[in-house]
């Protein structure tokens, strides 16, 4: 059983907004930052923004004017809030769970991973 599981992708004009989700089950969801990476067409997987269990973030560059972190510990889940959407964004977003230690923004320090969602911006 995968502990990760994401929805909430899909099809969105530029502009837009979405908000996948990623549920994590049969894990102490306690003792890991979660967080998302994402996977262009073509491109290597790359780090995207993680959350501890006290809310502390950690964002990339980039993306952090328009992307979102969140969790909520009593659900088991965490959340990117996306928004302005360009079709630069369309990527498979992984969910990722990294034990405390480790760097959040490599991942090979991930132990577990969600299969993914779609997101596609195009008009």
């Known amino acids: 059983q995968v502990p990760l599981v994401e929805t909430g992708g899909g099809l969105v004009q530029p502009g837009g907004s979405l908000r996948p989700s990623c549920v994590a089950s049969?894990?102490?969801?306690?003792?890991?930052?979660m967080g998302w990476y994402r996977q262009a067409p073509g491109k290597k997987r790359e780090f995207v923004q993680s959350i501890s269990w006290r809310n502390n973030t950690y964002k990339e560059d980039a993306l952090k004017e328009r992307f979102t972190v969140s969790r909520d510990n009593r659900k088991n889940t965490v959340y990117l809030d996306m928004i302005n959407l360009t079709p630069e964004d369309t990527a498979n977003y992984y969910c990722?769970?990294?034990?405390?230690?480790?760097?959040?923004?490599?991942?090979?320090?991930?132990?577990?991973w969600g299969k993914g969602t779609l997101v596609t911006v195009s008009s």
């Open positions: 049969g894990l102490t969801f306690s003792c890991y930052i």
């Open positions: 990722a769970a990294t034990p405390y230690g480790r760097n959040v923004r490599d991942e090979s320090g991930v132990s577990y």
